[in-house]
Every structure is written in C-alpha cells, then in structure tokens.
T-cell receptor
C-alpha cells in the first residue's frame, strides 16, 4: 500500500511556541490530505482537509488561525500549531487519499 | 447522539476465543463502512471494508445492516496479536471518514 510519513514522531515544547508537523506521501501524489487529532481514549477527529494549491477546509470548531495548514506540493502538507498551549497536547495524524485513506504514523505533541 | 457509537470495552478474551464487536451509526446517508485497527500510540490501519452482503477475510468477518444502521466484526480463533483497539469507521461521501471511539480487545494466553 501507499506510504505516508510524518515528522517529527514526537515533540515536546514550551507553552507559547509554535510547532510544525510535516506529512509526506512517499510513493504517490496526493492532491488531498487530511489532518486528524486524537485525545486519549477518544476517537480520531478530523481537523481539516488540506488541498494542494488552495486553502484548507477546516471542520467546525477548529481555529484556522491557530492550526495553519500549507499544502504547497503534491507530496507535502504541513500543520503548524501556533502559540501552543497544554490543551493542544494530542496525537496528530495525517492521511492521504489515493483510493483509500493511508495514515501517517502520527506525531505526539506535548506542550508543557 | 454520536455519529458512530461503539462499546469501548475492554473485551478480555483467552486465546482461541471468538469475539464480536458492534457499532451503530446515525447518518442514514452513509455509503462506505470500514473496520480499522489501532495499536497503542500508533496510527489506524485498515482492517477491512464492510459490505451489505457481508465479507470475510480469514478469521475476520464483517457484516452491515443498513436498515438498522449497524455494523459488526467477528474475530474467530483470537490470537495474542489481535490485541488492539478496533475502530468502526463510516463515510458519507468522498474521502470523509467518521471514526468511532473504538473497542479495545485484550487477548490473553
């Protein structure tokens, strides 16, 4: 199956800093990528749909100015958590879509 | 009402047991149905799609009842490696997936 990578796999940062997470499709081109967030013992929640060359579509309740998404190429989408706070600590997972959703390995963010 | 509901478990079963998970969904316009498996601190991985006619993949059997908006997964002859969280996933259209919270399965020796 298709391979999706994420970097970094985990990050610990101080409150108020910004964190960038990269999502790459390694062996296919993805015009659409998805960003999810999962809190402990909760379901994956779609945050936004990232479209190459255009603005991302955010789900209700997700602040677009806080979670900046850039999909500048067919193989790379980035999610930047700006001014991160402890409540942003979560597992962030991206996925890409060639016929089915293939998930990246996730990034565990801990904000102190 | 939550869009996709599952019993969180955990289901504790011995090796070799048969275990069944159920899931209900609220959106009657849902078109595609899946079971994903998620190991602790890992990404979800597609286990199988679910069809109205029912489908089987080795020890795993999935069923869909559109009238009742109900999906099931049956695992026969459980293995230790089956221990994971099983996510019921529903799609109402192009690429948008809605996840249940998952059902945890623990298979013991």
């Amino acid at each position: 199956g298709a391979v999706v990578s994420q970097h970094p796999s985990w990050v610990i940062c101080k409150s108020g800093t910004s964190v960038k997470i990269e999502c790459r499709s390694l062996d296919f081109q993805a015009t659409t990528m998805f960003w999810y967030r999962q809190f402990p013992k909760q379901s994956l929640m779609l945050m936004a749909t990232s479209n190459e060359g255009s603005k991302a579509t955010y789900e209700q309740g997700v602040e677009k100015d806080k979670f900046l998404i850039n999909h500048a190429s067919l193989t790379l989408s980035t999610l930047t958590v700006t001014s991160a706070h402890p409540e942003d600590s979560s597992f962030y997972i991206c996925s890409a879509w060639p016929n089915e959703q293939f998930f990246g390995p996730g990034t565990r963010l801990t904000v102190l | 009402r939550k869009e996709v509901e599952q019993d969180p478990g955990p289901f504790n079963v011995p090796e070799g047991a048969t275990v069944a998970f159920n899931c209900t969904y609220s959106n009657s316009a849902s078109q595609s149905f899946f079971w994903y498996r998620q190991d602790c601190r890992k990404e979800p991985k597609l286990l199988m799609s679910v069809y109205s006619s029912g489908n089987e993949d080795g020890r795993f059997t999935a069923q869909l009842n559109r009238a009742s908006q109900y999906i099931s997964l049956l695992i026969r002859d459980s293995k230790l490696s089956d221990s994971a969280t099983y996510l019921c996933v529903v799609s109402s259209g192009y690429s948008t997936l809605t996840f249940g919270k998952g059902t945890m399965l623990l298979v013991s020796p």
